[in-house]
């Protein structure tokens, strides 16, 4: 008790907060009435000037619901106080997922702060997004705040961040349209849906959005406005714009990659090596100038180009040896020696930095080439499926695991396993399940192809003739013909503008079940409604030809698709087919190494016919 009084005296003193607070807690650990010494730190707090740092201190001491209560009245007064707020968003999110009403508090906190103070909306906005809370909890809390919150500009503008954060970018452009109007003060806001517009190709719309912004000072906005004036055709301004910020932040580094950045990719290459070579000149130990001088090495066409690459490899050797970039650039010379103890070294300076950037995946890829050559492919194997297991949506790892089984392993099951987790990486799309369903059958799992084709597909679908293509080899696949032909024939009711199309999937499918008498009438009621129909006529002029009848008109008909598309690598095969068939060898040898040379000509048909 006297204790208790002492602390709850020096509480009242400003100066002395932390050992009160010290003092506090002891007495709170060893069997004082709880309930009481609440009581008597809520009296202290709102007796005083009631500064952030004072309800800070009491709340650490009160039991969670009783600091939560005193946090969210302290805020209810000051909102704008960021300290108090960060301290409620901990909170809520210490609590999860046991208390999510925790969480509804810390968002209309959240909201209420940035009522108060909009130019500080980022700041707040950020305080919740970047406190490790999974994006659907998030969102599901958003959606369950009440009205007169969620309502608010402030509540909207958080649920597009968070879609935008969980990559539903849709839905995130549709909200956060209705956040920025002409005057909202909400920047954060404004930012996102630029850069939504911006990605969706709509560079004209993101202009307009930014405009209120262009004058503004914060460096992600001046690197979203440069994208902007090279988005919209103006590479030049982009470029002005840069250099004369750089004439007022002359050591911005940031500044001058992202200039060196629009020069390469307007084509000036060689403008954009000596951009990043002159400011070399005055920050020889900057790591990201060597790190973006050696990306364009490695991915551009130069003049010497390996004469530039090794001096740029002797400069980090010797301006910054023990950096990482100069580590992994000496490691990966060492990489093709046959010497074993320079192999030896190699591994040793590669297992070094790996650790130093677990999310830079080059000192792996460099790792992976090492075992490889050293006949140690198991290892390698193991070493991508690891770390594929703990990160199944890192995408990058993703690139380097598809690169690593294509190139090195050679394993086609694997490139196809590490396709399908990159895909699902995407946000939901019916581009995104039209690539998931091609893998799928690739991976001869047709249930799963058809479970992705029939959620688009009984919708309003951009691509019905793509998805009813997938479904039809996807049942065929499993030998149900009957439902096959029954979603075929709903799809031709369905889509009345795409029945021709459809019509042909019907006569593919019944050239699969062998009812040839059936997919020719189809095909040829399909050229009755529309004679130049490019892919009836190929189809029904290669049934045909490989049935050795109506060979003229099976001709013309190829001849007839070979001309609306000379590069289809299909239709010229079709040609070198009948020509055979004809007993034109010349003619046919010609079309069908002219196929074979052909973009998608490497086809077993097209070799098994030549």
């Given at each position: 008790s006297v204790a208790q009084t002492i602390a709850i005296d020096q509480l009242k003193n400003t100066h002395a907060l932390s050992e009160a607070i010290d003092l506090l807690c002891h007495v709170a650990d060893y069997g004082t009435d709880r309930d009481h010494l609440a009581a008597q730190l809520r009296d202290v707090y709102f007796d005083s000037n009631r500064s952030?740092?004072?309800?800070?201190?009491?709340?650490?001491?009160?039991?969670?619901?009783?600091?939560?209560?005193?946090?969210?009245?302290?805020?209810?007064?000051?909102?704008?106080?960021?300290?108090?707020?960060?301290?409620?968003?901990?909170?809520?999110?210490?609590?999860?997922?046991?208390?999510?009403?925790?969480?509804?508090?810390?968002?209309?906190?959240?909201?209420?702060?940035?009522?108060?103070?909009?130019?500080?909306?980022?700041?707040?906005?950020?305080?919740?997004?970047?406190?490790?809370?999974?994006?659907?909890?998030?969102?599901?809390?958003?959606?369950?705040?009440?009205?007169?919150?969620?309502?608010?500009?402030?509540?909207?503008?958080?649920?597009?961040?968070?879609?935008?954060?969980?990559?539903?970018?849709?839905?995130?452009?549709?909200?956060?349209?209705?956040?920025?109007?002409?005057e909202s003060p909400l920047k954060p806001a404004r930012i996102m849906l630029a850069k939504l517009l911006l990605a969706k190709g709509r560079s004209q719309q993101a202009a307009k959005v930014f405009q209120p912004l262009e004058d503004d000072d914060d460096p992600r906005?001046?690197?979203?406005?440069?994208?902007?004036?090279?988005?919209?055709?103006?590479?030049?301004?982009?470029?002005?714009?840069?250099?004369?910020?750089?004439?007022?932040?002359?050591?911005?580094?940031?500044?001058?990659?992202?200039?060196?950045?629009?020069?390469?990719?307007?084509?000036?290459?060689?403008a954009a090596e000596q951009t990043l070579l002159d400011k070399l000149h005055t920050h020889p130990r900057s790591e990201k100038l060597y790190e973006r001088l050696f990306e364009i090495y490695e991915t551009r066409h130069l003049p010497n180009l390996e004469e530039r690459y090794t001096r740029l490899v002797e400069r980090t050797q010797y301006l910054i040896p023990n950096s990482w970039i100069a580590k992994l650039k000496r490691a990966q010379t060492m990489i093709y020696k046959n010497d074993p103890a320079v192999l030896a070294k190699a591994e040793s300076l590669l297992l070094e930095v790996m650790p130093q950037r677990p999310n830079d995946y080059r000192s792996l890829d460099a790792m992976l080439e090492l075992l490889w050559r050293t006949d140690r492919q198991a290892q390698a194997n193991?070493?991508?499926?690891?770390?594929?297991?703990?990160?199944?949506?890192?995408?990058?790892?993703?690139?380097?695991?598809?690169?690593?089984?294509?190139?090195?392993?050679?394993?086609?099951?694997?490139?196809?396993?590490?396709?399908?987790?990159?895909?699902q990486t995407d946000p939901p799309s019916e581009d995104r399940a039209i690539a998931l369903a091609m893998l799928h059958l690739r991976q001869n799992d047709p249930a799963k192809t058809i479970s992705e084709v029939l959620t688009y597909l009984n919708e309003k679908p951009k691509n019905p003739i793509t998805l009813i293509q997938l479904l039809r080899r996807a049942l065929t696949t499993m030998k149900d013909f009957e439902q096959a032909e029954r979603k075929i024939l709903w799809a031709i009711d369905k889509f009345k503008n795409h029945r021709l199309d459809l019509m042909l999937e019907l006569a593919m499918l019944y050239?699969?079940?062998?009812?040839?008498?059936?997919?020719?009438?189809?095909?040829?009621?399909?050229?009755?409604?529309?004679?130049?129909?490019?892919?009836?006529n190929n189809s029904l002029g290669y049934i045909w030809a490989n049935r050795g009848v109506n060979l003229v008109d099976s001709k013309a008909m190829i001849e007839k698709a070979l001309a609306s598309d000379p590069q289809s690598a299909a239709f010229r095969d079709s040609l070198g087919w009948v020509y055979y068939k004809l007993g034109q060898f010349k003619q046919a040898e010609r079309e069908l190494k002219l196929a074979s040379n052909t973009e998608g000509g490497s086809n077993a048909i097209i070799f098994d016919h030549l």
């Amino acid at each position: 008790s006297v204790a208790q009084t002492i602390a709850i005296d020096q509480l009242k003193n400003t100066h002395a907060l932390s050992e009160a607070i010290d003092l506090l807690c002891h007495v709170a650990d060893y069997g004082t009435d709880r309930d009481h010494l609440a009581a008597q730190l809520r009296d202290v707090y709102f007796d005083s000037n009631r500064s952030a740092d004072l309800a800070l201190a009491i709340a650490a001491v009160l039991p969670t619901n009783a600091g939560r209560q005193l946090l969210r009245e302290h805020l209810a007064a000051r909102p704008a106080d960021s300290a108090v707020l960060q301290a409620l968003i901990d909170r809520s999110v210490s609590q999860l997922p046991s208390d999510p009403q925790m969480l509804a508090d810390a968002i209309r906190a959240t909201c209420q702060a940035i009522n108060e103070k909009p130019a500080a909306a980022d700041r707040y906005s950020a305080m919740l997004l970047n406190e490790g809370i999974e994006m659907s909890v998030l969102l599901d809390a958003l959606g369950h705040i009440d009205p007169q919150t969620s309502n608010q500009p402030a509540a909207q503008m958080l649920r597009g961040l968070a879609l935008a954060h969980a990559r539903k970018y849709d839905e995130a452009l549709t909200v956060l349209q209705r956040v920025v109007i002409d005057e909202s003060p909400l920047k954060p806001a404004r930012i996102m849906l630029a850069k939504l517009l911006l990605a969706k190709g709509r560079s004209q719309q993101a202009a307009k959005v930014f405009q209120p912004l262009e004058d503004d000072d914060d460096p992600r906005v001046l690197a979203l406005h440069v994208q902007i004036l090279n988005k919209t055709g103006q590479p030049r301004q982009a470029i002005y714009k840069i250099d004369s910020l750089l004439g007022k932040y002359p050591n911005n580094l940031p500044l001058v990659l992202d200039k060196a950045r629009l020069q390469e990719n307007s084509g000036a290459v060689e403008a954009a090596e000596q951009t990043l070579l002159d400011k070399l000149h005055t920050h020889p130990r900057s790591e990201k100038l060597y790190e973006r001088l050696f990306e364009i090495y490695e991915t551009r066409h130069l003049p010497n180009l390996e004469e530039r690459y090794t001096r740029l490899v002797e400069r980090t050797q010797y301006l910054i040896p023990n950096s990482w970039i100069a580590k992994l650039k000496r490691a990966q010379t060492m990489i093709y020696k046959n010497d074993p103890a320079v192999l030896a070294k190699a591994e040793s300076l590669l297992l070094e930095v790996m650790p130093q950037r677990p999310n830079d995946y080059r000192s792996l890829d460099a790792m992976l080439e090492l075992l490889w050559r050293t006949d140690r492919q198991a290892q390698a194997n193991q070493m991508i499926e690891q770390l594929i297991n703990q990160k199944p949506k890192e995408r990058q790892l993703l690139r380097l695991a598809i690169d690593h089984y294509n190139r090195r392993a050679q394993n086609r099951y694997q490139t196809m396993k590490a396709l399908t987790l990159l895909h699902q990486t995407d946000p939901p799309s019916e581009d995104r399940a039209i690539a998931l369903a091609m893998l799928h059958l690739r991976q001869n799992d047709p249930a799963k192809t058809i479970s992705e084709v029939l959620t688009y597909l009984n919708e309003k679908p951009k691509n019905p003739i793509t998805l009813i293509q997938l479904l039809r080899r996807a049942l065929t696949t499993m030998k149900d013909f009957e439902q096959a032909e029954r979603k075929i024939l709903w799809a031709i009711d369905k889509f009345k503008n795409h029945r021709l199309d459809l019509m042909l999937e019907l006569a593919m499918l019944y050239e699969q079940m062998e009812n040839h008498l059936q997919a020719e009438q189809v095909m040829i009621n399909i050229l009755q409604q529309d004679p130049d129909h490019i892919l009836t006529n190929n189809s029904l002029g290669y049934i045909w030809a490989n049935r050795g009848v109506n060979l003229v008109d099976s001709k013309a008909m190829i001849e007839k698709a070979l001309a609306s598309d000379p590069q289809s690598a299909a239709f010229r095969d079709s040609l070198g087919w009948v020509y055979y068939k004809l007993g034109q060898f010349k003619q046919a040898e010609r079309e069908l190494k002219l196929a074979s040379n052909t973009e998608g000509g490497s086809n077993a048909i097209i070799f098994d016919h030549l």
